[in-house]
C-alpha cells in the first residue's frame, strides 16, 4: 500500500521527511524515503517523536539519540553518494503533532509515514497515527505499507500514478496534485470514480479544470 494525500494541489521543492521509530520495523519506511529522496534529488529528514514519559531517565533519552543517529548515519551512506544530505530530528510529544510541526517548520515536499505490518512499528507509526496525520497534514503525506516499501526500488520513480474520485466534490485540487506529480516523474495518470447509485456524476467541466 502506497497512499498518498495532500491539501495543496502542488509540492513544495522542500527536504523530504520520514517519520521513524528506531525499529528494524521502520527500516523499510526510511529506505523508501530514501529512494524517493533520490529520485526527487532532495535532502531528507529522519524524524524521531518520543513519548513524553514522567520517568524517563536522561540515560533512556541518550540512547534513543543514538539510535537516531546510526539510522542517519545509514542513510548517508547512500545519499552522500548522490551528493545529498541527511539530518536527523530528535523530539519528545504526541506523534501526530510533532510529525505535522517538523514538516510545516521545513515546508516538506513530502511527508513520508509507515502504516503498521511492520514488525515493531506499532510501537510509534499506527494505523490510527497514520491516518491523523493524513488527515491533518497540510503537506503531501505518503503512507508506505509493508508491500511498497519492499518495491521501491521498482516503483520509483513513479511510472503510473492513480487517482481514485468517489464523488464530484473537491477532486479538482487532488488532481492538480496528481497532475504534477504525473508531470515531475513523467509517469501515466490514471483518473477514475466508481460510481454507485445515487452518487452524483464527474462532470466535463471538473475534469477539464485537472490540467496542471
Keep these: 500500500m502506497n497512499i498518498l494525500k495532500s491539501n495543496t494541489h502542488k509540492p513544495s521543492q522542500g527536504p523530504i521527511v520520514v517519520g521513524t521509530d528506531l525499529s528494524r520495523g521502520s527500516t523499510p519506511v526510511v529506505d523508501y524515503a530514501i529512494t524517493l529522496a533520490i529520485a526527487e534529488s532532495k535532502p531528507l529528514h529522519l524524524v524521531y517523536v518520543m513519548p513524553i514519559i514522567p520517568d524517563d531517565s536522561p540515560s533512556l533519552i541518550d540512547i534513543q539519540r543514538n539510535e537516531l543517529m546510526n539510522q542517519v548515519n545509514a542513510a548517508k551512506a547512500t545519499m552522500s553518494k ?98 504534477n506529480l504525473a508531470v515531475h516523474h513523467r509517469a501515466h495518470l490514471t483518473i477514475f470514480t466508481v460510481q454507485q447509485e445515487g452518487l452524483e456524476t464527474v462532470t466535463e467541466d471538473q475534469f477539464d479544470a485537472m490540467e496542471p
Aim: glycine fraction near 10%; aromatic fraction near 6%.
Design 82 to 179: 548522490h551528493g545529498l544530505a541527511v539530518e536527523g530530528v530528535f523530539v519528545t510529544g504526541n506523534a501526530v503533532h510533532e510529525l505535522i510541526r517538523t514538516a510545516d517548520k521545513l515546508d516538506t515536499s513530502y511527508l513520508v509515514v509507515g502504516t503498521n505490518g511492520f514488525e515493531g512499528v506499532d510501537r510509534f507509526l499506527l494505523g490510527s497515527v497514520a491516518e491523523a496525520v493524513i488527515r491533518k497534514a497540510d503537506h503531501p503525506v505518503i503512507v508506505v505499507g509493508p508491500e511498497a516499501a519492499k518495491g521501491a526500488t521498482k516503483t520509483i520513480p513513479w511510472k503510473h500514478l492513480m487517482l481514485a474520485c468517489d464523488t464530484a466534490h473537491g477532486i479538482t485540487q487532488a488532481a492538480r496534485l496528481a497532475a
